[in-house]
């Protein structure tokens, strides 16, 4: 893994949750949230989603897990009207393809000052964010669908140090 794909900044999520695209800010909840690939964010399905978890079957590595839902999710989860399968729904109806959530977050985080965040940068903050929460490195693993410590930890090393070390 690269640093590449940076965490995001508050500065930017604040920025991301007020800006003029429903649509991707449904994303920006999904993958700030569940801390999963904009792959599986866009196969999320709300017959996946419980009210309290999402059950996700991960793209890359075929990894089942129930990934608790963030307050902050629900909350947002509950306000939206359910458009049609996806809980991400295309402006035709079905589930967004990929490569359009990179080029639409992409453009929005240039927009917003904070070029060269991508989607996977969320990946990394939701990861340091369980870091910072005080999760172990298994507790990473089972919500970010890591198969070794090796890839949880990469994303602990991300986490806040002042806040670890506090």
Same mark, same amino acid.
């Given at each position: ?5 940076p965490?995001?900044?508050r500065?930017l999520c604040?920025?991301?949750?007020s ?6 800010v449904?994303?920006?909840?999904l993958? +700030?949230? !569940? ?13 996946? $989603?419980? &009210?309290?978890?999402? @059950?996700?079957?991960?793209?890359k590595t ?6 608790p839902a963030?307050?902050?999710l ?11 399968e996806?809980?991400l729904t295309s402006p035709?109806?079905?589930?967004? +393809?990929? !490569?359009?959530v990179?080029?639409?977050?992409c453009?929005?985080?240039s927009e917003?000052g $904070?070029? &060269?965040h991508?989607? @996977?940068?969320l ?7 369980l ?12 919500v970010?669908?890591h198969l ?8 602990v090393?991300?986490a806040?140090?002042?806040r670890?070390?506090?």
């Open positions: 893994m690269s640093e590449a794909a965490a995001w900044p500065e604040a920025g991301f949750e800006c003029d695209h429903p649509r991707m449904t994303f920006y909840f993958a +700030r949230y !569940t801390g999963q690939r904009k792959g599986d964010c866009c196969a999320m399905r709300w017959s996946d $989603f419980d &009210g309290r978890r999402v @059950h996700v079957v991960q793209e075929g990894t089942k897990l129930w990934v963030h307050i902050r629900r909350n947002y989860l509950a306000s939206l009207p359910h458009e049609g996806f809980i035709k109806g079905g589930a967004y +393809r990929k !490569t359009s990179t080029n639409l977050v453009s929005i985080a917003l $904070f070029k &060269g991508s989607p @996977h940068g990946r990394h903050l939701a990861g340091a964010s870091a910072e929460a005080g999760c172990t490195v298994p507790q990473i693993m089972a970010l669908g070794t410590e090796k890839q949880a930890l990469h994303y090393r991300q806040n140090r002042i670890l070390g506090e």
